[in-house]
């Protein structure tokens, strides 16, 4: 079947809003958010790209899960925007600590509240973190989505396309599909595109956030970081060096 969805158009928006950050000068905590805004952005990247490898090697089951790492990014992101201290937020998150140690006042920043206040903006978000986790676990949604079986005994793997037929020896042999459940394949297409979005316009606002933080001070450090930029894209990094003005 072919694919409603044009990953080459993704990766270039993700790119762009890599490049869009590439400044001169940043602030300790603008260099911050810019180096989380390139680690979210390429890891989305990966995690399209394995999606649509996934799908046209046949393997519907193994793909399904990474509708749920996109959501998940979505979270981190959004997290990481409405929590003032942003020195603390990327601190707590290079450390590889989990957010939920985290909170707003009183309320700990857990992924049910995330997907709350998410969907306030983005509806749909909800519904669709609630039935990612099920990709994610031993559920029987899950695995009814890969394994159908028919009044004839006959079963069916939609993960590799394959009907499974007793045999008059009493064995088992493969016979090919031609497709897997069509409407399933296009509720994940609409997901994964929808999840693209959502993260795409948060890193965007992101972005904006980075470009219109002013130093507040003239000390400054001059420093070399590694980039991606739009022109190298997918094949080296470039090294360049910038000011990193003091608190």
Known sequence: MKYNIDIDEYTDRYYKVM???ALDSYTETSLSATKFIDAIAMAAINVNDSFIMLLTKGYQ????PMIRMMVDNCFVVYAASIYKDKDVFFRHFIEGRELNKLHIGKQAITNRFLMEELDKRFSGVSKLYEESCTY??????????VIDEFDDGTIINNSINLFINEDDEGGFSPTILEESDEAELEKMMDDICFSNEVLITLLEDMADGVRNTKPTSSTFR????????LVTVRKQRQFRTIKVYLK
Do not use: C, G, K, R
């Not at 089951?61 to 399904?64: G, K, P, Q």
């Not at 001059?222 to 930029?229: A, M, Q, W, Y």
């Open 222 to 229: 001059e420093v070399s970081i590694s980039e991606f930029n």
């Open 19 to 21: 490049d869009s950050v």
């Open 136 to 145: 994610i676990h031993p559920t029987s949604y899950l695995y009814n989505q």
């Open 61 to 64: 089951f193994t793909a399904m």
